[in-house]
């Protein structure tokens, strides 16, 4: 399994980017996918989530209404669609699997596998 996650990169507070997740991969038995992410001195926090069996989704509550998670099933990549952007928004944003089940996808260990790390800055 890899995951190669593209699109961080520096905007004004307002702006958006739109990250991409691209997975390598039996992705059709997988049970989520989603966006953690990693500001310095800070601990890693999960920004959004996709569960493929219900197609549910979860969202930070501080992301709510600017960030959208989506999938393409026929390209095997997951899209975070950030909109409005704020300075408290940066940081390293990192795409994850959960191949085996975890019940959960709030905890960094809920997620088997780890992409790079994209790095997202938001000046003021």
């Known amino acids: 399994v890899q995951l190669q996650a593209s699109g961080g990169g520096l905007v004004q507070a307002g702006g958006s980017l739109r990250l991409s997740c691209v997975a390598s991969g039996r992705t059709s038995s997988w049970y989520a996918m989603g966006w953690f992410r990693q500001a310095p001195g800070k601990e890693r926090e999960v920004v959004a989530a996709?569960?493929?069996?219900?197609?549910?989704?979860y969202y930070l509550e501080s992301v709510k209404g600017r960030f959208t998670i989506s999938r393409d099933n026929a390209k095997n990549t997951v899209y975070l669609q950030m909109n409005n952007l704020k300075p408290e928004d940066t940081a390293v944003y990192y795409c994850?699997?959960?191949?085996?089940?975890?019940?959960?996808?709030?905890?960094?260990?809920?997620?088997?596998?780890w992409g790079q790390g994209t790095l997202v800055t938001v000046s003021s």
């Open positions: 996709t569960m493929y069996s219900d197609h549910t989704t």
């Open positions: 994850v699997a959960q191949t085996s089940f975890s019940g959960s996808y709030h905890s960094p260990s809920d997620f088997d596998f």
